[in-house]
């Protein structure tokens, strides 16, 4: 059976007939080790001379923005990072300074240290990272992890992080701005409500319901609901929907659709294999992915991962999925042309394409533990739910 939470944000089936073992993830950080996998020439440039200084950052109960902050709070260094990593696992990532020159020498915190590794002769980025490397602990689950073979055969859904995991409103909200419906989204920021989010946090969504309230409690919204603050600090001086939604930083703005798009993705992803569409292996006429990440249409005998369309302005309506991806749009009363937004241009998208496939890796299990290496862009959490099958993926760890 699907969990709610998983049907909330269109993953609606399994693409494995293992039968789980149940369990939880993340029992503590060390259950949950994340190592970033750089290529082969881009590991081989980095040596004691160059422009730009490289560090490997490592972390537990920090999330990476919020230690890049840090860092540049304490040692005026900017740095940047090929990926984000939260805060419930022990990591390991490539940070590198964005100036020439400027370098620091190693340090530590109590959540996380920086070590100088080398130079670059420019700076690194997202496309120099290859994929992510995890090695993860299942507490309390039953016996029978090594007869999970069926990793090569798992649909690359978005995973639960993308949508806000305890209150998965994200794609709400982001469907609320491509639909230009500002007030819907001021709504959905301020006062939507989970069954899973804490209980201090639903009793004061629900003061917030009411537009009334705004003034009388915003003093009760706590600093780590910092969006929500800013949303408030807008309404209340402005009173204006468009500005508030404005005046939310455009990195956030622009992941709110991004959610929605990745919301249709699994819709699409989930209606396709439903209805018995080989999402594993290309066809004639199918877009693909080649060895190098390009794009391109499917050529027998060449190395190829078959793609779906991530629905944008520019949406490509020429491959089989079509069928299923139009009539979920219009059960969504959306349409590709509709993330052009007019009033809104910073955050239109053009769409694209993403791997149909999760592309697994050195797959190992042993007891109670699993360890792989994904690609950029997969999540690990949509692996272990096909290993496990939670009943409650909150309640689970996820």
């Known amino acids: 059976m699907i969990p709610d939470l998983d049907s909330q944000i269109g993953i609606n089936v399994y693409s494995t007939s293992f039968d789980g073992i149940g369990g939880k993830i993340r029992n503590s950080p060390e259950d949950f080790e994340v190592s970033e996998v750089i290529s082969e020439k881009i590991k081989n440039s980095i040596n004691s001379e160059g422009d730009y200084a490289v560090y490997k950052l490592q972390k537990r109960k920090i999330d990476t923005n919020h230690a890049l902050s840090d860092i540049f709070r304490k040692k005026g260094l900017r740095v940047k990072s090929l990926g984000l990593k939260d805060a419930s696992a022990v990591t390991q ?19 996380y240290s920086l070590s100088h590794i080398g130079f670059v002769k420019k700076p690194l980025s997202k496309k120099d990272m290859i994929g992510n490397h995890f ?21 690359n859904f978005y995973g639960y992080q993308r949508f806000g995991s305890k209150r998965p409103v994200t794609h709400l909200i982001g469907k609320a701005i491509v639909q230009k419906n500002f007030k819907k989204a001021v709504d959905l920021i301020l006062s939507f409500t989970s069954i899973y989010d804490s209980k201090e946090n639903t009793e004061i969504r629900e003061k917030l319901a009411d537009k009334a309230n705004y003034s009388k409690y915003v ?35 622009r992941f709110y659709v991004q959610a929605y798009q990745s919301y249709l ?64 749009l219009a059960q969504e009363e959306i349409s590709p042309k509709d993330f052009f937004i007019k009033e809104m241009q910073e955050v239109s998208s053009e769409g694209g394409f993403r791997q149909a496939a999760i592309h697994c890796t050195d797959y190992t299990s042993q007891n109670n533990s699993v360890e792989f290496t994904l690609s950029r862009g997969s999540f690990a959490t949509i692996l272990l739910r096909e290993i496990m099958k939670p009943c409650d993926p909150m309640s689970a760890g996820f």
């Not at 949303?231 to 939604?245: P, R, S, T």
């Not at 699409?268 to 004639?284: R, V």
Request: proline share 2%.
């Open 135 to 155: 090695k993860i602990v299942i507490q309390n689950c039953k016996d029978g992890i090594s007869s999970f073979t069926e990793h090569d055969k798992i649909l």
């Open 93 to 111: 990532q490539y940070v590198c300074a964005g100036n020439k020159g400027k370098q620091i020498e190693d340090f530590s915190s109590e959540k």
């Open 265 to 328: 993705f699994n819709c699409s992803l989930s209606s396709a294999f439903s209805e018995g569409e080989n999402l594993f292996e290309a066809e004639s006429g199918d877009v693909c992915f080649d060895f190098h990440g390009k794009i391109g249409k499917f050529v027998k005998g060449l190395d190829q991962n078959l793609a779906l369309p991530f629905v944008g302005y520019s949406y490509y309506k020429k491959t089989r999925f079509d069928f299923y991806i139009s009539k979920i």
């Open 219 to 253: 003093e009760d919204v706590p600093y780590q609901m910092d969006i929500e603050r800013i949303v408030l600090k807008e309404m209340i001086e402005h009173d204006d929907y468009f500005k508030a939604v404005k005046s939310i930083p455009l990195s956030l703005r």
